[in-house]
T-cell receptor, first 113, second 115 residues
């Protein structure tokens, strides 16, 4: 399976601290995306990084991609209680399965006020 | 408002009783997809459609059927539901006919329990 692994599975931090989540995947990809899910609700897209990009920023989010290691990280700076959610990385299936979509198992982030 | 809608939001049914979960999007998106979410497993793709009348299997298609007769609708059909299909289901759509190129927009989810 292409499904990614996310690390850590759960993360608890204080408001104002930075949160870093990691994602690894198994085969080549075209793009990698990060999504947020609040407690059983629909996922919301955060950021997309293409395979030829190494780093991307959006507000308090910073995403890196290392295709040689097949890994990505999501950094949330100056976290807020409202950032409490589960975060998932998602990839296409690369050249062999480019129309399929694969999600990681997620990191559950708890930001304490 | 641009959105993906799913119905019903909650459903309790019994083994073997055919059911359909509807999904509709108003963004004129080509690509639509169904996922199931189970604890500890993230989201797994069931079926996807690149455009009208074009559908294909995802990672976990067994026990499910789909159809794409119109661009906006992508219903998920369980012909004979079983307890192992108890899960949280999400429909999603994205612009273009290729996965991963653009962001996916997700519906609110359908929580299905099969007794």
């Amino acid at each position: 399976s292409q499904q990614g692994e996310e690390d850590p599975q759960a993360l608890s931090i204080q408001e104002g601290e930075n949160a870093t989540m990691n994602c690894s995947y198994k085969t080549s990809i075209n793009n990698l995306q990060w999504y947020r899910q609040n407690s059983g609700r629909g996922l919301v897209h955060l950021i997309l990084i293409r395979s030829n990009e190494r780093e991307k920023h959006s507000g308090r989010l910073r995403v890196t991609l290392d295709t040689s290691k097949k890994s990505s990280s999501l950094l949330i700076t100056a976290s807020r209680a409202a950032d409490t959610a589960s975060y998932f990385c998602a990839t296409d299936g690369g050249l062999d399965n480019f129309n399929k979509f694969y999600f990681g198992s997620g990191t559950k982030l708890n930001v304490k006020p | 408002e641009a959105q993906v809608t799913q119905n019903p939001r909650y459903l309790i049914t019994v083994t073997g009783k055919k059911l359909t979960v509807t999904c509709s999007q108003n963004m004129n998106h080509e690509y639509m997809s169904w996922y199931r979410q189970d604890p500890g497993l993230g989201l797994r793709q069931i079926y996807y459609s690149m455009n009208v009348e074009v559908t294909d299997k995802g990672d976990v298609p067994e026990g499910y059927k789909v159809s794409r007769k119109e661009k906006r609708n992508f219903p998920l059909i369980l012909e004979s539901p079983s307890p192992n299909q108890t899960s949280l289901y999400f429909c999603a759509s994205t612009q273009g006919g290729v996965a991963g190129v653009n962001e996916q927009f997700f519906g609110p989810g359908t929580r299905l329990t099969v007794l």
